[in-house]
Structure formats: structure tokens, C-alpha cells
């Protein structure tokens, strides 16, 4: 973000009430080691706001039972509740139809769902998947996972110091032996945002499937499914401030319908006999068992409360965080930023020299800030940037300033310790 | 630094043995050597040994992590060199205890040594294992030693 931007974000962010959101999550009243907590782990998972853990709550007290089976009143008000949040979240990614949305654990089972079911009809011996270096190991080992069973071949688009994706090589890599292109809508150990659009008519100029992770990405951008034309984007609740084991494999339609189930059991059925199973109509013909209902609940609230929000403001403010904070860490003697793509969104992985990123870790957690360090589940990032781990501060919309600031003093502290 | 965890983490001798790290260096007449890692934070480190008739005549280490396992690598090569397996093994029960609160580096300082500096990591449960790591490689090695030794 150029300084001129900068300062149109402030103008945008200063109509976001932060003050106002911060009240509507709990957690972010308390103190640790003595000192106000500063949540910089956005990435990891977001904070739930009251509504979130009051729809979990009010499942279990009021209306527990289970769904889609029973004839009684509880059973009827759960089901509702829990289609709702179906609907809910397919209006809030701009699907065409709700039996696109398909309830998983998380975005690893979304993506394990397409690469297992979708995967080992379609990728065959000396086929290819292409996925980019930029990659999450969740979206990375399922693909290996096939490529390894059915003699397929995996295909990595090389990214750039700044930690972009070569949009050449990309194209170069696609050909009539690619049957899959799985790629993050933004890096989660960069920060990096994608071009998917422009990446998934390039696929599907091939007539080549596209997969996005959406983990990173769902909180914070707007996200079009239809607009962006992927055939497949997957997300985790728990990172938009919903509850964790729960997550969402959207799939066109004309795509799922050709799957065949993932797992199999109740609620996935038609009928069973000893001769031969029919299989349900979509989506629930991947979501055999008894689901994650009270998650999907908590999910359908996190939609709302999300929804609910001026995304122009709220956009604005991430922005201006994410700015601001890179500029701090700019103008600490000793610290560099790995992941300096021109489109980035929420992250900020650095290395301060001389000290490893576990002890930077450490000593800001004594300050009361929580930021990840590590490889973040990817490692071949790290390889790329002959780094071994980095520390990382990741942004939500409750973050502020003044957090912003505090992460500074603390790094000075971090630099004071090892001198 | 205010923090009087902080200080007890982050311990001179521990700050001196992460910028000087003692005996770094590879050893090509090592009798054996064996690499540690931690997946879950990418500390990696190679501790090598020169055992003789049960005693360690030598030992040094290579790697990468943050500043307490280096710390730890160092120290662990100063405290065990010269010393038999037997104590060896003592020593890093020892060390073990410390860094998960079983002994009182206070109560023990003479026989502890420099390793007293690692009882600050007991209140610091995530980097036992950055403490650990080194220890746990050279259990490894005097092991694998032994199993050699016995098939011989």
C-alpha cells in the first residue's frame, strides 16, 4: 500500500467503530502475564463474538436433538436452524444454489474431500496437479497424497522474492495433462493475495478444475464465488470468527453432483439395502453421520455478525492496520518482512536479526501479545526464503493503533533482551 | 528486562551460549553422530561424539534454532566433555527435571553448574522442548553406541 492510499484508508477507517466491535468479544477484556491481551494470531483462528457463543450455547440449552430425522419439535427447530446457516453462508459467498454448500470440518477435510472424491475419478496415471509455492501444507499433502496413489505428477508455481505467484509460469505449467489446479486465495504465511480470477480463466481455458483455499481469504475479502468462477473454495469457520470443526467445501454444482461420496453412513442416503445403496441428494451426500450441528449454528451467527458490518469501513480499517503495522516494523533497525506482495491482506511475517523467531515469540507473549511463530505449516515458504521459521502478527478486524504500537515497544524489548 | 521470568529464561550465561555457541563445530572423527529435530518449530541440530571406553573424549554440535536449545547445545557439549556415559545419563536426568520443575535450580546450584541457568524454562512450559532437544540427540547417540557396541 502506497502512503497516499495509506491516508485514504484513514479517512475510510475512521467511520469503523473499533472500539464498539471489541466490546461484542469477550475474551478481549482479559489480561495475560498481568498485561492487556493483544490478539495478533488472527491467522491461527479468530476470536468468537457473544452472538457466536450465545447461538452455541442456545442450541445446546433449548433446542439439542438431532437433525434432518426426527418428527418432534426440537429436532424440527434444530434442523431449521441449522439449514438456515446453510443458507446464511451461501448468500454470504454469492453461491447460485445452498446445495452447493457443503459442511465439513475444516477447510484441510474440504480440501481432502475434493482430492479423495473428485481427484480419483479424474487424476490419472502421468496427469498432473498444479498447485503454487505459496501453498498451506493442508493444500499441498492431499494433492501428493493422490499424485503418489494414481502415478500423477505435482506441479509447483515458483513465487517471487516479494512472495508472488508468476502468473507466466503458471500459464506455462497448464496443459491438457492438468487436471486440477489447487492454489490460496491469500497466503498464510505471506499474506500474499492471489489473482484467482485471472488464474482460474487461465485453468479453465484448459477446461482444468480450480480449488481455492479460502482460509485466509474469507474473513477479510470479499468473497464471489460465481464472480470468480472456481469450481471449488474451501473455508473453516473458526477463522471468521465462528467456532473450530466446522468449515465449508463450496462446489458447483454440475462438479458435485458427479462426485461420488466421500465417506459413507447415515444422512448421506436415499435408501440401503443389502443389494445396492442410493445415495442422497446434494450436499448431503457428503455429509454422512451426524453433523457438527452446533458449530454450523455458531458458523450461521458468525455469518450474521459479519454481515451485519459496513464491509466498506470495515475493509478500510484492516487496511489501514495492516499499513500501519507495516510501517512500524520498517522503521525497527533489525527486523525484515518476509512476504512483500503488492496485494496483501491481514498478515505480517518478519524475522528480527539475530534472534530467533521462537524467542521473539516468547518474550512479546510476556507482554501479553500473541503472535505465531514458526513455519506455519509452510515449509517449503520457509525453504524458498532459506529461513526456518518466522514470527508472525495476523489482523482481525477488533485489532487497533494502538496494538500496533505496543507490538513495536514490545520487539524493542525483544532487541533489549538480546542485546 | 522488568519481567523477573523473563530474566530467569533469558539468563546471561544462556544470552552468551546463544551468541558464542561453545564446541560448534563438526567433528570428522566423531565415533558417531545423529541429528535432532523439532517438527513443530524446525530446531535442528547435529551433536556429535568421541566415545572412548565408555568416556565422551569429545563432543561438539551444528544446527540451527531459537536461543535456548543453541544455549542448551553449548552447554550440554562444556558439562558432558570428558565425562562417562553413565554420568552422562545422570546428568540429563538431571537436566530434566530442572526444566520441568521436578529440582530446584536454587537447591542444587554446586552440582547443577551452568546448567542451573536452564531452571527458568520450567515456567515456560512451550520451550521444554527447545531445552530438551540437544539432550534427547545425544541420548540417541550414546544408544545407538551401545547397541553397536553390544552387536559387535
Not at chain 1, 453433523?291 to 451485519?308: K, W
Given at each position: 500500500?502506497?502512503?497516499?492510499?495509506?491516508?485514504?484508508?484513514?479517512?475510510?477507517?475512521?467511520?469503523?467503530?473499533v472500539?464498539?466491535?471489541?466490546?461484542?468479544?469477550?475474551?478481549?477484556?482479559?489480561?495475560?502475564?498481568?498485561?492487556?491481551?493483544?490478539?495478533?494470531?488472527?491467522?491461527?483462528?479468530t476470536?468468537?463474538?457473544?452472538?457466536?457463543?450465545?447461538a452455541?450455547q442456545?442450541?445446546?440449552?433449548?433446542?439439542?436433538s438431532?437433525?434432518?430425522?426426527?418428527?418432534?419439535a426440537?429436532?424440527?427447530?434444530?434442523?431449521?436452524h441449522?439449514?438456515e446457516?446453510?443458507?446464511?453462508?451461501?448468500?454470504?459467498?454469492h453461491?447460485?444454489?445452498?446445495?452447493?454448500?457443503?459442511?465439513v470440518?475444516?477447510?484441510?477435510?474440504?480440501?481432502?474431500?475434493?482430492?479423495?472424491?473428485?481427484g480419483?475419478d479424474?487424476?490419472?496415471?502421468?496427469?498432473?496437479?498444479v498447485v503454487t509455492a505459496l501453498?498451506?501444507?493442508?493444500?499441498?499433502?492431499?494433492?501428493?497424497m493422490?499424485?503418489?496413489?494414481?502415478?500423477?505428477?505435482?506441479?509447483?508455481?515458483?513465487?517471487?522474492?516479494?512472495?508472488?505467484?508468476v502468473?507466466?509460469?503458471?500459464?506455462r505449467?497448464?496443459?491438457?495433462?492438468?487436471?486440477?489446479?489447487?492454489?490460496?486465495?491469500?497466503?498464510n504465511?505471506l499474506g500474499?493475495?492471489?489473482?484467482?480470477r485471472?488464474?482460474?480463466?487461465?485453468?479453465?481455458?484448459?477446461?482444468?478444475?480450480?480449488?481455492?483455499?479460502?482460509?485466509?481469504?474469507i474473513a477479510?475479502l470479499?468473497?464471489?464465488?460465481?464472480?470468480?468462477?472456481?469450481?471449488?473454495?474451501?473455508f473453516?469457520?473458526?477463522k471468521?470468527?465462528?467456532?473450530?470443526?466446522?468449515?465449508v467445501?463450496?462446489g458447483k454444482?454440475?462438479?458435485?453432483?458427479?462426485?461420488?461420496?466421500?465417506?459413507?453412513?447415515?444422512?448421506?442416503?436415499?435408501?440401503?439395502?443389502?443389494e445396492?445403496?442410493?445415495?442422497?441428494d446434494?450436499?448431503?451426500?457428503?455429509e454422512?453421520?451426524?453433523p457438527n450441528?452446533?458449530g454450523?449454528?455458531?458458523?450461521?451467527?458468525?455469518v450474521?455478525?459479519?454481515?451485519?458490518?459496513?464491509?466498506?469501513?470495515?475493509?478500510?480499517h484492516?487496511?489501514?492496520?495492516l499499513?500501519?503495522?507495516?510501517?512500524?516494523?520498517q522503521?525497527?533497525?533489525g527486523v525484515?518482512?518476509?512476504?512483500?506482495?503488492?496485494e496483501?491482506?491481514?498478515?505480517?511475517?518478519?524475522v528480527?536479526?539475530?534472534?530467533h523467531?521462537?524467542?521473539v515469540?516468547?518474550i512479546?507473549?510476556?507482554?501479553?501479545?500473541?503472535v505465531?511463530t514458526?513455519?506455519h505449516?509452510?515449509?517449503?515458504v520457509?525453504d524458498?526464503?532459506?529461513?526456518?521459521?518466522?514470527?508472525?502478527?495476523?489482523?482481525?478486524l477488533?485489532?487497533?493503533?494502538h496494538e500496533?504500537?505496543q507490538?513495536?515497544?514490545?520487539?524493542?524489548?525483544?532487541q533489549?533482551v538480546?542485546? | 528486562?522488568?519481567?523477573?521470568n523473563?530474566?530467569?529464561?533469558?539468563?546471561?550465561?544462556?544470552?552468551?551460549?546463544?551468541?558464542?555457541?561453545?564446541?560448534y563445530?563438526?567433528?570428522?572423527d566423531?565415533?558417531?553422530?545423529?541429528?535432532?529435530?523439532?517438527?513443530l518449530?524446525?530446531?535442528?541440530?547435529t551433536?556429535f561424539?568421541?566415545?572412548?571406553?565408555?568416556i565422551?573424549?569429545?563432543i561438539s554440535?551444528?544446527?540451527?534454532?531459537?536461543?535456548?536449545?543453541?544455549?542448551s547445545?553449548?552447554v550440554?557439549?562444556?558439562?558432558?566433555?570428558g565425562?562417562?556415559v553413565?554420568?552422562?545419563?545422570?546428568?540429563?536426568?538431571?537436566?530434566?527435571?530442572?526444566?520441568?520443575?521436578?529440582?530446584d535450580?536454587?537447591?542444587?546450584?554446586?552440582?547443577?553448574?551452568k546448567?542451573?541457568?536452564?531452571?527458568?524454562?520450567?515456567?515456560?512450559?512451550?520451550r521444554?522442548?527447545?531445552?530438551?532437544?540437544?539432550?534427547?540427540t545425544?541420548?540417541?547417540v550414546?544408544e545407538?553406541?551401545?547397541e553397536?557396541v553390544?552387536?559387535?
Amino acid at each position: 500500500m502506497t502512503v497516499e492510499t495509506g491516508t485514504r484508508a484513514r479517512r475510510t477507517a475512521a467511520s469503523f467503530d473499533v472500539e464498539r466491535i471489541r466490546k461484542d468479544f469477550p475474551i478481549l477484556k482479559r489480561k495475560v502475564h498481568g498485561k492487556p491481551l493483544v490478539y495478533l494470531d488472527n491467522a491461527a483462528t479468530t476470536q468468537k463474538p457473544a452472538s457466536v457463543l450465545d447461538a452455541i450455547q442456545s442450541y445446546y440449552r433449548e433446542e439439542n436433538s438431532n437433525i434432518h430425522r426426527g418428527v418432534h419439535a426440537l429436532s424440527e427447530l434444530a434442523t431449521q436452524h441449522y439449514e438456515e446457516a446453510r443458507t446464511k453462508i451461501q448468500q454470504f459467498i454469492h453461491a447460485a444454489r445452498r446445495q452447493e454448500i457443503v459442511f465439513v470440518r475444516g477447510t484441510t477435510e474440504a480440501i481432502n474431500l475434493v482430492a479423495s472424491s473428485y481427484g480419483r475419478d479424474h487424476v490419472g496415471r502421468g496427469d498432473e496437479v498444479v498447485v503454487t509455492a505459496l501453498e498451506h501444507h493442508s493444500n499441498i499433502v492431499p494433492w501428493q497424497m493422490l499424485c503418489e496413489s494414481v502415478g500423477a505428477s505435482l506441479r509447483v508455481v515458483p513465487i517471487t522474492n516479494s512472495g508472488e505467484v508468476v502468473l507466466e509460469d503458471f500459464r506455462r505449467l497448464l496443459s491438457e495433462r492438468v487436471k486440477m489446479v489447487a492454489v490460496a486465495h491469500v497466503s498464510n504465511a505471506l499474506g500474499t493475495v492471489n489473482p484467482i480470477r485471472e488464474m482460474v480463466a487461465e485453468a479453465h481455458r484448459f477446461s482444468i478444475p480450480v480449488l481455492v483455499d479460502g482460509a485466509q481469504a474469507i474473513a477479510h475479502l470479499p468473497v464471489d464465488v460465481q464472480d470468480l468462477e472456481c469450481d471449488f473454495y474451501a473455508f473453516s469457520g473458526h477463522k471468521m470468527y465462528g467456532p473450530t470443526g466446522i468449515g465449508v467445501l463450496y462446489g458447483k454444482e454440475r462438479m458435485l453432483e458427479t462426485m461420488r461420496p466421500y465417506q459413507g453412513g447415515g444422512d448421506m442416503i436415499k435408501s440401503v439395502t443389502w443389494e445396492k445403496t442410493t445415495y442422497n441428494d446434494l450436499p448431503y451426500k457428503f455429509e454422512a453421520g451426524t453433523p457438527n450441528i452446533a458449530g454450523v449454528i455458531g458458523f450461521g451467527a458468525a455469518v450474521d455478525y459479519l454481515g451485519h458490518l459496513d464491509h466498506g469501513a470495515l475493509d478500510a480499517h484492516e487496511r489501514l492496520i495492516l499499513y500501519e503495522a507495516t510501517e512500524m516494523l520498517q522503521n525497527v533497525p533489525g527486523v525484515r518482512i518476509i512476504g512483500t506482495a503488492r496485494e496483501k491482506s491481514g498478515v505480517l511475517s518478519f524475522v528480527v536479526e539475530g534472534v530467533h523467531p521462537h524467542d521473539v515469540g516468547t518474550i512479546l507473549d510476556r507482554e501479553g501479545i500473541a503472535v505465531r511463530t514458526g513455519h506455519h505449516c509452510a515449509q517449503p515458504v520457509m525453504d524458498r526464503f532459506g529461513i526456518p521459521a518466522t514470527a508472525r502478527a495476523s489482523f482481525a478486524l477488533y485489532n487497533t493503533q494502538h496494538e500496533v504500537e505496543q507490538l513495536g515497544k514490545a520487539l524493542r524489548k525483544v532487541q533489549e533482551v538480546f542485546g | 528486562m522488568t519481567d523477573p521470568n523473563l530474566r530467569l529464561l533469558y539468563q546471561e550465561v544462556i544470552l552468551d551460549h546463544n551468541r558464542y555457541p561453545r564446541n560448534y563445530r563438526a567433528m570428522p572423527d566423531a565415533t558417531q553422530s545423529l541429528e535432532g529435530f523439532n517438527p513443530l518449530c524446525g530446531d535442528r541440530y547435529t551433536i556429535f561424539v568421541k566415545l572412548r571406553d565408555g568416556i565422551i573424549e569429545d563432543i561438539s554440535f551444528l544446527g540451527a534454532g531459537c536461543a535456548i536449545s543453541k544455549a542448551s547445545a553449548s552447554v550440554m557439549c562444556s558439562v558432558l566433555k570428558g565425562k562417562s556415559v553413565e554420568d552422562a545419563e545422570e546428568l540429563f536426568g538431571r537436566f530434566h527435571r530442572l526444566v520441568t520443575g521436578q529440582e530446584d535450580a536454587t537447591q542444587h546450584e554446586a552440582e547443577l553448574g551452568k546448567l542451573a541457568a536452564f531452571g527458568g524454562v520450567s515456567e515456560f512450559p512451550m520451550r521444554v522442548k527447545c531445552a530438551s532437544l540437544a539432550w534427547h540427540t545425544m541420548k540417541g547417540v550414546i544408544e545407538s553406541r551401545s547397541e553397536k557396541v553390544s552387536t559387535e
